[in-house]
């Protein structure tokens, strides 16, 4: 059984820092081709927000480029999600997943979600 727990999200000022991480409890052979984060705000749809493939290469949202980075110490078990430059749009519920394919900055064919964990940016 794979698990996916998120570390505690927090909150921050507009233009201020956050990190997230994700660890994976990973069952034997199980090998996502696609981990990532998505979010979703208060009466909006879930959308990625960053997605990393098996050989590395990482995609970010337009709303997000430049200021989230996946950090190049994360692992297949620990997915980690760096925010800078903090907006006050980028209040929501975030989600790390793993998922079988990945187009642009999503995974799809999802197969496992987080709990979900809270960021809140203030003015």
């Known amino acids: 059984q794979v698990h996916l727990e998120e570390s505690v999200g927090g909150s921050a000022q507009a233009g201020g820092s956050l990190t997230l991480s994700c660890a994976v409890s990973v069952g034997i052979d199980y090998k996502p081709y696609c981990m990532g984060w998505f979010r979703q705000a208060p009466g909006k749809e879930r959308e990625g927000v960053a997605a990393?493939?098996?050989?590395?290469?990482?995609t970010y949202a337009d709303a997000v480029k430049g200021r989230y980075t996946i950090p190049p110490d994360s692992t297949k078990i620990t997915l980690s999600l760096q925010m800078n430059s903090l907006r006050l749009e980028d209040t929501a519920m975030y989600y790390c997943?793993?998922?079988?394919?990945?187009?642009?900055?999503?995974?799809?064919?999802?197969?496992?979600w987080g709990q979900g964990t809270q960021v809140t940016v203030s003015s």
């Open positions: 990393w493939e098996r050989d590395s290469t990482q």
């Open positions: 997943a793993t998922g079988a394919t990945k187009f642009g900055a999503s995974c799809l064919d999802v197969h496992y």
